[in-house]
């Protein structure tokens, strides 16, 4: 997000919050990240009306309705499409989509791809909850094998996505995970997120408390979190646990593993985070629960020409080298004149 | 009458007049036949003649050669009067191999000139199409002018000293046809030598290889007297005006250009490869210093997707597609409905279903465009009549959409497409007005409140401090927008959304009448087929017939004096390029026993067929009879 800070007032979380009730289901994790957005958006210095939040359809979707800037909600997995042509014509706006893992994975799998890949400078939110809870219980594209739901009562026969690998393959330039209830760390990773030029492609662990409750609680719980979350930071090595006595190496078949400190293991074994470096972000994406500490924080984070910027440079380039008025353009071509 | 005149070599030559000619140019499709037969066209059109074009192209971009699935053919219609199509029949054929004879003969009108590349008449080509016996030689021709010519031999000689490869050489062929032509027709030979001069400015060689094969085609039909007279068609008498020969993709894409620059707001397309509508898309892409933005999108939806948001920012958002396209887009095209945003879709229609025949012309996604969305989504449908209408239709749809706060669709076919006619170019000042307004007072802003006589609820772009709103879907309060499942609410939505686009109708020029004000029938037609419908009934309307002709621009909502017209004719008849479409919706809406003609050929009606057809409804016969 580059767009000119120029708000004169300062900014507070109720300026963000909108006179319409909120909808989602009483103990739903969509409270918490709209609570955490909404705590961010004034420290980005934008004025309001500045601000974009587009959705497609499902629960996340939703997100618009309840943030007091300009908001659309669309149809189903299209919201990249609408941003694009938005940002496209208004680079000056600072544009948010909230999706979720089957508005944006399943259904909206492509645009999602093609907006990542494009680099268009927009904040991509994928609630994930590895479930379909707008219509009631469905399996989702990042549901567990063998998952048992409402249509699939013998279990799911699908492998599930890996939404940051999709992220990573798509050649996005900014990917991080974040998780609903983790208040001390998601405004830190909006905050990157918006700050990031290009598209910056968020996946947040989010409960679905009706259909799906407890997916992320081997994650989440409170006791053993430390054990199962790796926090990245950049330039830092790979430690966790309680004690910050494991950390992630690389073995001698180049793969990623959990060392314990002990045996002369220190954190001087661990692999050392770096933001740029794509072959850690990969390797960070492959790594899951039970096995591996799941990664939490910012994966990856480059720099790249926007779409929009290559986009106004074309249009400015034109109009300095080949200007052109309406009347020059329709006269063009074998003109001739009948008297 | 018949004159003599002096040839360039000082050789007496019989030039006869003639008032219209129809010539077809057909080869493979990597002959350069489009290109010979738009070049012919710029000298008819410099020269003064009414013209009207039609490119028919393969599916395949490069079929197996010498197969009738490669043929592509180039048809021109030139004349000292005014002319509505690009001719039923050509009295001059230009066939470059077996494959294009094949295909073509038909055609030919009796007598017609038949010009032969007789190098490509080898025993393996007419065996590729199932010629027993070389018809040149068997006498199955007999019945026209044929003229048998070495091209590709005299095309190669006359460049063999120039270092070609024997491909390069070969590929001047089609220059050395339009040479041949251009004598025939007595062309000056400067107009395409300049043309060529620019066309290859950074190719010199290539300049040179296609002027000296355009002059030796041109002299070898002056020193040889091939043809034993020359014609010449005058220059017809054509409105004073500066004029340009333009298809209707590209006339479509200035429309579109000329009204973002009247509403001063940048022009934004989103949109997918498509034949036949991609030509919008490379034109509008050449733009950038007019603000136009041009985004090849991911697919159809995503086309229309970034159109949608693009308005929803303030700019003049469309898209562009055909048949198989606007199915895609119907989703998004009820949201934008549903969120009153100016829209323009413009489908250049193709014939289908599915996959269908991606290169020829249908007028079949009528009822798609007037109905093709889940729930009641009305929305306004403007058809182009010919190839320089595009512009002004492409003009009205964005000026409706920005008046009304709607998605208008706009529907051009394959045929006035890629076919060209002179355009008359309009002065932009005296276009008519189109203004934009956003909303900006946050005191009385609501986000669908209602101007009184258009209905359109107001613009408001993001950026404008305190107007602030949430756009969407579900179904909104009028007034304020905010999500309501109220039942009363929802009823007043379906109908307030109808009326809107009824009142587009107070925008809708009287309906005009060819011929008697009442009579015995009146041939009504919407789209592309204006041109073989006017030139049917006034045909007829010289034979004596009480026939009148009017055509439908504005087929969502119709003209509000339309009903009463239709009544004045004791029989209403409707030529449509698809099983009866407009028909349905004229039934529908006027209780009358209209009557149809209807064509599913992939090609445009012809003068004389719906002459024929026209009559025979008209005296009563059956129409199976007159087939």
Redesign the interface.
Known sequence: MTTEATAAVKLTRKDFV?D?DVRWCPGCGDYAILSQVQRVLPELGV??????F?SG?GCSSRF??YI????????HG?A???????????P??CVWIATGDGDGLSIGG??LI?ILRRNLNVQILLFNNRIYGLTKGQYSPTSEEGKITKSTPYGSPDHPFNPIGIALGAGATFVARSIDVENQHMPGVLLRAAQHKGASFVEVFQNCNIFNDGAFDYTTDKENKLDRQLRLENGKPMVFGKNNDKGIRMNSQMQAEVIEFKDGLSEKDCLIHDETNPAIAYMLSQMVAPKFPTPMGVFFAIQKTTYEEV?TE??NT??KT??????Q???S??????? | MTTAGTSTSGRTRTVTPKHDVVIRFAGDSGDGMQLTGAQFT?EA??A?NDIATFPDYPAEIRAPAGTIHGVSGYQLNFSDHEVFTAGDEPSVLVVMNPAALKANIKDLAQNGILIVDTDSFTEQNLKKVKYEANPLEDGSLDKYQLFKIDITKLTTAALNDMGLSTKEATRCKNFFCLGLVSWLFHRPTEITIQHIEKKFKNKPGLAEANRRAFMAGYNYADTTELFAESYEVKSAP?????????TGNAATA?GF??AA??AGR?L?L?SYPITPASDVLHELSK?????V?T?Q???E??G????????????I?ITTTSGPGLDLKA??L??AAK?ELPLVVADIQRAGPSTGLPTKTEQSDLLLAMFGRHGESPLPVIAAASPADCFMCAYTAVRIAVKYMTPVILLTDGYIANGSEPWK??E?DQLPDITVKFATDAATYKPYSRDEKTLARPWA??????????????EGQNGSG??SSDPDNHELMTKLRAEKVQRIAQEIPPMRVMGPKSGDAIVVGWGSTFGPIHAAVKQLQKEGRSVAHSHISYINPLPSDLGDLLKNYKKVIIPEMNMGQLRMLIRANFLVDAIGINKMKGKPFTISELVTKISAIMDGRKLEAVQ
């Open positions: 909108t319409q004025p309001r009306e500045k601000i974009v587009i359809i618009p309705y007091n800037t300009y908001g659309f909600h669309t149809i299209r990249p499409t609408l941003a694009s042509g938005l940002k496209i014509s208004r000056d706006l492509n645009h093609h986009a074309q249009i034109a109009k080949r200007p052109l008025t309406i009347e353009l329709l006269k071509g074998d003109v001739w004149t009948v008297k | 710029a059109a410099i003064g054509i409105t004073a005006g500066t004029y340009r020969n333009i200035l250009v000329a620059q009247r940048p934004f989103g733009y950038k210093a007019l603000d933005v985004y999108a991911e697919d939806i995503a229309i997707g970034s159109a949608i948001g693009a308005a929803f920012g303030g700019a958002g989703e998004a009820g949201l969120v170019l309009p932009v772009i993001p950026g404008t401090p305190g107007l602030e709103h949430r756009l969407g879907g579900l905010n999500i």
